[in-house]
């Protein structure tokens, strides 16, 4: 809860390394609703959480691939009460990639995002509003190199390639569709409030 840190009241302007503290303790307390699920487990040593005055038009962006949380440093330092339901939000986009499901804003994605309300945080009632959900993505692509996917809506019908793989290497590697799996983690019928 926010009474961890009773001396960060709204819109304060706090220095990078309380957000940083602040981050990293959500972050340990958020954990347990990403390891051991049915649908699988987030690679959790691998997240890494980064406030950068980058970031303009999001409150957060994950990157998945790299497993790193980009948070927006201006915002967070006016409203630190809003990042826990911020970095729920972008670890939920990164178990899904985890369990190899469609990371995007899908039904699967609403329904996990409503398990926030059991961390006794603040709901970002304007995030909240966003909850534009899309289908999921019938059609992965795996890189032949790096193995990262790709959810995707439709079969491609030209070559593509490994933007990962051509960015750090300067080599086109094919992208391969997966073959689509009888859906291991079916979706039920969904009464999502949106989180």
């Known amino acids: 809860m926010l009474g961890v840190f009773p001396d960060m009241p709204v819109g304060f302007h706090q220095e990078k ?11 340990a307390e958020f954990l347990p609703f990403f390891t051991q699920t049915k649908e699988g487990t987030l ?16 409150l957060g962006i994950s990157f998945i691939f790299d497993h790193l949380i980009q948070l927006n440093i201006q ?15 972008e670890l939920t986009h990164l178990w899904l990639y985890d369990c190899n499901l469609d990371p995007g804003h899908t039904e699967r994605f609403f329904m996990k995002m409503a398990d926030f ?8 009632h304007e995030m909240a509003a966003l909850s534009c959900c899309v289908k999921e993505a019938p059609f992965i692509y795996h890189c ?6 790709w959810h995707l809506h439709q079969v491609s019908s030209y070559s593509i390639y490994c933007g990962q793989c ?5 080599v086109q590697y094919p992208l391969v569709l997966a073959p689509v799996p009888s859906s291991p983690h079916p979706v039920s019928p969904m009464a999502h409030s949106a989180a």
């Not at 690679?43 to 999001?58: A, D, G, H, N, W």
């Not at 915002?75 to 729920?88: C, I, N, Q, S, V």
């Not at 309300?117 to 970002?124: A, E, F, I, V």
């Open 17 to 27: 390394s309380k957000l940083n503290q602040l981050g990293l303790h959500l972050l």
């Open 43 to 58: 690679e959790s040593s691998r997240v890494k959480i980064q406030f950068t005055p980058k970031l303009k038009r999001s």
């Open 75 to 89: 915002y967070f330092r006016e409203f630190p009460d809003r990042l826990a339901h911020t970095l729920f939000h």
């Open 117 to 124: 309300k059991g961390t006794g945080y603040p709901l970002d």
């Open 144 to 149: 032949t190199r790096c193995h990262r996917r």
């Open 166 to 170: 051509y960015d750090h290497l300067n």
